[in-house]
């Protein structure tokens, strides 16, 4: 399928098999959600809904495997939603200033648990360097935004 490589498509194949639990070759809602949560994404019961609403071409209120697949070459993973990352940015903003520091994100970070191991603090430094405008060590949201769809 265009837009995902022959790698995507064998692990969407295995998510979409592990949570196809009976076999049928459908996953439900709840399933749906499961799978999206296994890959990283964080949808909400709504998001899912709609995800659903709109990939269910047959109307069956189940996800089949074209359906699925079609899901993922239409929403690439890189592909943020604004308030959610919003969300992300408040919570890392401490001092509520409006922007956020390299320090702040790496506290953000390690308290849930994404160690130095995962993103180390010079490859962090980079990500922030590479998007801060003014090169004052602090971005706003909407360098956030750049950094998170890059």
Same mark, same amino acid.
């Given at each position: 399928?265009?837009?995902?490589?022959?790698?995507?498509?064998?692990?969407?194949? =295995?998510?979409?098999? *592990? $949570?196809? &639990?009976?076999?049928?070759?459908?996953?439900?809602?709840?399933? !749906?959600?499961? /799978?999206?949560?296994?890959?990283?994404?964080?949808?909400?019961?709504?998001?899912?809904?709609?995800?659903?609403?709109?990939?269910?071409?047959?109307?069956?209120?189940?996800?089949?495997?074209? =359906?699925?697949?079609? *899901? $993922?070459? &239409?929403?690439?993973?890189?592909?943020?939603?604004?308030?959610? !990352?919003?969300? /992300?940015?408040?919570?890392?903003?401490?001092?509520?200033?409006?922007?956020?520091?390299?320090?702040?994100?790496?506290?953000?970070?390690?308290?849930?648990?994404?160690?130095?191991?995962?993103?180390?603090?010079?490859?962090?430094?980079?990500?922030?360097?590479?998007?801060?405008?003014?090169?004052?060590?602090?971005?706003?949201?909407?360098?956030?935004?750049?950094?998170?769809?890059?």
């Amino acid at each position: 399928m265009a837009g995902l490589s022959e790698q995507e498509i064998v692990g969407y194949r =295995e998510v979409f098999d *592990m $949570f196809d &639990k009976d076999g049928s070759g459908f996953i439900s809602s709840g399933e !749906l959600k499961a /799978a999206l949560e296994q890959m990283g994404h964080r949808p909400s019961d709504d998001d899912v809904q709609a995800m659903l609403i709109e990939v269910d071409a047959d109307g069956s209120g189940t996800i089949d495997w074209g =359906e699925f697949l079609r *899901m $993922f070459q &239409k929403k690439p993973r890189k592909q943020h939603k604004e308030a959610n !990352l919003r969300k /992300a940015f408040k919570a890392m903003d401490k001092d509520k200033s409006g922007d956020i520091c390299i320090a702040e994100v790496r506290q953000f970070l390690r308290d849930n648990g994404i160690g130095e191991d995962i993103v180390p603090d010079d490859k962090l430094d980079g990500m922030i360097a590479e998007v801060d405008s003014s090169g004052d060590g602090k971005i706003s949201f909407e360098e956030f935004l750049t950094m998170m769809n890059a």
